[in-house]
């Protein structure tokens, strides 16, 4: 370790992590002396957790709601969601940036119609998607799920934008009669899906197959796709609500029936879309966030502030990681499986946390130093660096020590 990153990196007990010791911007020697005195005044004592404070912001044009590695990690993509001009009662839009990685280089700004609430490569990193909705809001009516914001009413119509990202051109756009909320690429390349909602009440789901992009199998449920408030601007991510198993054989879908109801997660055929079983969750909070392992044995799905783990056959295998009283803004597994990224959604908490997979203990802790809630999380393919999206309409990104890959 170079003598820059060991002032950067330091190693401190579990028990400073869990009080959330504030870390400000320090000078170097400065931050190292603080470090150590706190270290030394707990002896030591706990579970040691890897400590990252240097981290690189990127610029955005809104609350950055969307984030996704290319498949080579050498770029990072990002949407954003205008929200001031839906407060506005103005024309919804969006904005998809792409940066090279690690240097920051900027590559593309693409405007969009609508938020980009969604973001997916292709296998081969030639082609990404982007799935665009938005939410109108009634001006006279207040949610009352998140207190002082208007309550949210579903724009019936979206699309879905697949970008030529050798070219930076647009290569096909889909419009849809429903606002998309997520959208996923299977991991063989030949399907995509997106799941979205046309009214507040109503979940569709359509898979096409990629090479013709006509669609090979669709879904329509009862439930709240995000819940019956806006749960992006409340602190929880919300880019993730389906996901293709490794082998591209399964699809999982989060399904909600309200803000303090337990959800579902329905494991579909693909591409037909026929529902096998259905995960029944006993939290009472809304899925925002699933995810399979790289061996496809596990789900991770996150109840706003818990984020729980689960067998293919619906055995629980470990409950209840929360992010210290806040929100989880996404999660996303490592390449070998053996750890998950996290991200809080509240402010005042560590920017992003990577934990054993297994155990759920925190291993590496990635500082920030403005209190905005996160909104989406990626973690490269390489586990090189983890990048975070928020409210303050900033990327940040990390490198990751070894231990956390």
Sequence with gaps: MCLQKAYHCSFLPRAVLEKRVPVRRLALPTACLVSFLVSFALGCQGEKVVVVSSATELEHKGPVVSLAFSPDSKMLAAGCADVKRSLDRKPSLGILRVWDMPSGTLRASLVHEQWVNSLAFFPDGTILVAGCGACAYDTMSKSTATPGMPRPIFVPHGSIRLWNMEAIIE?????????????????????????????????????????TLSERGSIKLDGFPLGPALPR???????????FSPDSAMLAIGNNFGWKKPGVVHLCKVPTGEIVSTLALEIPQVVTNITFSPDGKRLAVVLRGVLEMFSLSGKK??????????????????????????????????????????????????LSATKAGALSVALSSDGQLIARGDRSNKVKFWRVPAVGR
């Design 171 to 211: 290569r096909k756009v889909l419009k849809l009669p429903w606002s998309v909320c997520s959208v996923a690429v299977s991991p063989d390349g030949e399907y995509l899906a997106a799941i979205g909602a046309r009214y507040a009440t109503q979940i569709h789901v359509s898979i096409w197959d990629t090479k």
């Design 233 to 243: 601007l409340s602190g929880a991510g919300m880019n993730r609500l389906i996901a």
């Design 317 to 366: 295998l470990h409950s209840h990681w929360p992010e210290v009283g806040s929100d989880i803004g996404g999660v996303v597994f490592s390449k070998s499986g053996a750890t998950v990224a996290t991200c809080p959604g509240g402010g005042d908490t560590p920017g992003c946390t990577i934990r054993n997979a297994y155990t759920g203990s925190p291993l590496v802790s990635f």
